[in-house]
């Protein structure tokens, strides 16, 4: 597979994990859990959340 179809496939596979993450929180599932669920790093995970925030708030 070329590197452009690798590219692609991978942020559909982030795209997808950040939906997830997305929905588990609005489950009441604690961010730990849900970093583990998705495979992320805290850090990653922390940025979504708060990209979501400032989506929300425009």
């Not at 009441?28 to 990653?44: Q, S, W, Y």
């Amino acid at each position: 597979m070329c590197n452009l179809s690798m590219g692609v496939l991978n942020k559909g596979k982030m795209e997808q994990a950040k939906e997830t993450a997305y929905e588990l929180r609005d489950m009441g599932l604690p961010d730990e859990k849900i970093a583990r669920a998705v495979k992320v790093n805290m850090d990653t995970l922390q940025k979504w959340f708060a990209e979501r925030e400032e989506m929300l708030v425009k």
